[in-house]
């Protein structure tokens, strides 16, 4: 009988033992399933001359960053215009180590936003450098007369922008309550309807990023999504708009208590 028992209780202790071990292994696998599942966001550092002269033939590069690796798989566009011209857009060629490159002449004097529109895996950011040709107002002393007003008005309204996107209700959030993402859409007074529009949202100090895809509402061109904020604090949040040669975005920064 003692025997039996003994033999009952080693048996019970090799199960639990067994079964432990399976649920670390599993824990393991989800801990590691997550960390993979994990957004990496793209990063695109614009590496040019801020002041060039006209007829010069210039080099603007776009390094392309994703998860902190560089990327040579990568599609770069750059985007250059002025504001007494239309906007022209380049193919950028492959170097290496994450480089993508033009070469450009400015013929005017003036500033000049250029624009490097990046795919990357599934993700599209565009970040934009000011270029000054020749003489004129820096960019910096520009910066400077308009920063008072761009505080207020830029997070309404991009005003250089293809389109108008409002973010009006994008400013206050609660934390750890699933809140909506609503943003509205126009080009000249008209609804801006059936674009992809994302919103891409990271805590103030922190380098992950959120991309979340919005849907169009009943309403022709509101778009919508949810996202809960885990704590409290400032949150950059950047809507982003795609369809046919509308490439936008437009930056604000939104408070959570």
Not at 62 to 73: E, M, S, W
Not at 115 to 136: D, L
Not at 229 to 240: L, M, P, Q, R, S
């Amino acid at each position: 009988m003692k025997k039996l028992l003994i033999v009952s209780s080693l048996v019970v202790l090799l199960s639990g033992c067994q079964e432990s071990a399976e649920n670390n292994g599993q824990s393991e696998d989800a801990k590691t399933e997550t960390e993979e599942l994990e957004v990496k966001a793209p990063k695109v550092e614009i590496i040019a001359d801020e002041h060039v002269n006209k007829n010069e033939e210039v080099s603007i590069v776009a390094k392309v960053y994703y998860g902190g690796n560089l990327v040579d798989d990568a599609e770069v566009t750059f985007e250059i215009k002025s504001e007494t011209k239309e906007s022209e857009k380049i193919d950028a060629e492959f170097i290496d180590d994450g480089q993508y490159k033009i070469s450009y002449q400015f013929k005017e004097d003036g500033l000049y936003d250029v624009t490097a529109h990046t795919n990357v895996k599934s993700y599209h950011t565009m970040p934009t450098k000011t270029i000054q040709v020749g003489e004129g107002t820096s960019k910096e002393s520009t910066h400077h007369e308009n920063t008072s007003n761009e505080n207020h008005d830029h997070a309404d309204e991009h005003h250089q922008s293809t389109v108008n996107i409002t973010t009006e209700e994008l400013r206050e959030f609660t934390v750890n309550s699933e809140e909506e993402l609503r943003t509205i859409i126009n080009k000249n007074d008209t609804p801006f309807t059936d674009a992809k529009v994302r919103f891409e949202i990271w805590k103030e100090g922190n380098d992950h990023h959120h991309f979340i895809d919005a849907n169009e509402s009943s309403s022709k061109g509101t778009y919508l999504s949810k996202f809960t904020f885990e704590e409290v604090g400032a949150y950059h949040i950047i809507v982003h708009v795609e369809k046919a040669e509308v490439h936008d975005h437009v930056e604000i920064v939104a408070d959570v208590k």
